[in-house]
């Protein structure tokens, strides 16, 4: 079975957006083991915001370099944008884990973590709760376009 972990900064607060990713994951548990892996985010003002960014990345890169078999995507509105049979393909084309890894308010430093893959949801910025949610809705897409179910319209 396909593990796919994903890893965010900050946990979801929002009822209706918890309501939609547990929905998902249970749809989900029959083809793919999903992980969720939230960091608590670092708290920051105006004049820290780039420390606390920096810091917020880094414990991400340290949660990585525990899993260096996985194959890592961060999320970003500047990565590789694809639609949902290319995302669908890309994800069952590994044999690997994968990790998607959602960044907190602050965004990611790309510096602490340049050495990674990004993938685009959308041009768009999205709130990291909602980012988890679409994300979890592509994983579900792509697993029955896998399946060859009509889920693509």
């Known amino acids: ?24 994951s249970k749809r989900l548990s029959k083809d793919i083991k999903l992980e969720f892996t939230e960091l608590p985010a ?15 990345s880094q414990r991400v890169l340290e949660f990585l370099n525990k899993n260096k078999s996985s194959k890592v995507f961060l ?6 944008e694809l639609d949902s049979v290319q995302f669908s393909k890309k994800i069952f084309s590994f044999n690997e884990e994968i990790i998607f890894v959602i960044a907190g308010a602050l965004g990611f430093d790309f510096e602490v973590l340049k050495n ?22 592509q994983i579900y897409r792509a697993v029955n376009i896998e399946k060859g179910k009509r889920y693509h319209y």
């Open 1 to 24: 079975m396909k593990k796919i972990t994903i890893l965010s900064v900050g946990s979801v607060r929002e009822k209706y957006y918890q309501n939609a990713i547990a929905e998902y």
């Open 42 to 56: 670092k708290s920051f003002s105006e004049k820290d915001s780039l420390i606390a960014k920096k810091q917020d």
């Open 75 to 80: 999320l970003s509105e500047n990565g590789e």
């Open 116 to 137: 990674y893959k990004k993938i685009s949801l959308s041009k768009m910025t999205f709130l990291h709760e909602m980012a988890k949610v679409i994300l979890v809705e």
